[in-house]
């Protein structure tokens, strides 16, 4: 499996982010793989934001919650994140990730495939 995001670079505060990921090799809907976005802010560690499973169900940290939404286009085999009102504390690198396993997790070590990740950046 393969995977690559994208999405804009540079962001003001206050609009919306979103991102994209192709998956390749593999499919959206294939049993057992989830999808995840995962980010990583600059000297930080990495943060586990949310995930999308096979059957379309998402979970989200509880932290981001209220910003955060997981979406899927099975049709071109892409999963998005959209994160509203953003702010400088959102600067990271983002990744999207995935994973086999018969339960999903939060912990952004477990995840076997990632795309090449996407600088994004918030300042005004």
């Known amino acids: 499996v393969q995977l690559q995001e994208w999405g804009p670079g540079l962001l003001k505060p206050s609009q919306t982010l979103s991102l994209t990921c192709a998956v390749y090799?593999?499919?959206?809907?294939?049993?057992?793989?989830?999808w995840s976005w995962i980010r990583q802010p600059p000297g930080k560690g990495l943060e586990w934001m949310g995930v999308?499973?096979?059957?379309?169900?998402?979970y989200y940290t509880p932290s981001l919650k209220s910003r955060t939404s997981i979406s899927r286009d099975t049709s071109k085999n892409q999963f998005s994140l959209q994160l509203s009102s953003v702010t400088p504390e959102d600067t990271a690198v983002y990744y999207c990730?995935?994973?086999?396993?018969?339960?999903?997790?939060?912990?952004?070590?477990?995840?076997?495939?990632w795309g090449q990740g996407t600088q994004v950046t918030v300042s005004s």
């Open positions: 990730a995935t994973r086999w396993s018969s339960i999903a997790t939060m912990i952004p070590n477990e995840y076997d495939y």
């Open positions: 090799g593999g499919s959206i809907r294939d049993t057992y793989y989830y």
């Open positions: 999308i499973g096979y059957e379309g169900d998402t």
